[in-house]
């Protein structure tokens, strides 16, 4: 179990400043956000991007870079490691979530100031016929104790059982401002043509407290899942 985290910094709302070839116009940053807590001695700096697929194309993340700055000084420089979900449609949005460590300099310094986020992300086009299948997914916030939940109810509306699904959520202000996102592979679960399952994501209290002390709790959430098609 991750250890309790002690919040230290509100959240950053920043905007957008088989495979084949890279695709023209793809995967645009629409916003990016950033919250900082502390693990023991480690400061820990979320990091959440909303990605929407501008193309025509079905896209994937091929590989990229992110950045951290303080005004124009470059913080951290780190790859990003995975597109939620793997596979974006036509006009379909996804998150990208990293978390970059920080431990104390000789000084004894750890709290980083973040002051911006800049995203280099590559994406690949996917054939249709190797493409995710999509889920139906409805998503609801409950509250946990001091921290929060989002139950996501995804339902396989096809005639072939879902394995494997990727799921994904995106937490939003009432004014739209994304605030947090994950997102997770079931991997050896598998969901029967026309069933349901439910799948929880814990948001801790060191989050909520952040979003709460600056009058920027999550009104909504945004979720979706898919599948690969293992007979296609």
């Not at 299948?133 to 939940?149: D, H, P």
């Not at 009432?174 to 605030?179: D, V």
């Not at 069933?195 to 009058?215: K, M, N, P, S």
Request: glycine fraction near 10%; aromatic fraction near 10%.
């Amino acid at each position: 179990m991750r250890k309790r985290l002690a919040a230290l910094a509100a959240a950053l709302l920043l905007p957008a400043l088989a495979c084949g070839a890279s695709a023209e116009g793809e995967g645009t940053i629409v916003q990016s956000s950033c919250n900082i807590v502390q693990s023991g001695e480690y400061y820990l700096v979320y990091c959440y991007a909303q990605v929407h697929n501008a193309s025509d194309q079905i896209i994937c993340l091929d590989r990229g870079m992110f950045e951290l700055q303080n005004g124009d000084q470059l913080v951290a420089s780190e790859e990003i490691s995975q597109l939620w979900p793997y596979f974006l449609s036509p006009g379909e949005d996804g998150y990208l979530f990293d978390i970059v460590p920080f431990e104390p300099n000789e000084d004894g310094v750890v709290v980083p100031t973040i002051t911006g986020i800049q995203y280099f992300p590559e994406y690949m086009i996917v054939e249709p016929q190797y493409a995710g299948v999509k889920l139906s997914c409805a998503a609801r916030i409950e509250r946990e104790g001091s921290g929060l939940a989002v139950v996501c109810e995804v339902q396989n509306p096809t005639d072939t059982d879902a394995y494997d699904p990727s799921v994904a959520i995106g937490l939003y202000t009432e004014g739209g401002a994304m605030i947090y996102a994950d997102g997770v592979n079931l991997q050896d679960v598998g969901i029967p043509a026309g069933g349901t399952t439910l799948v929880r994501f814990r948001v801790d209290e060191a989050f909520v407290e952040q979003w709460e002390g600056y009058g920027a709790a999550p009104a909504s959430v945004r979720a979706q899942a898919i599948f690969r098609n293992d007979a296609d």
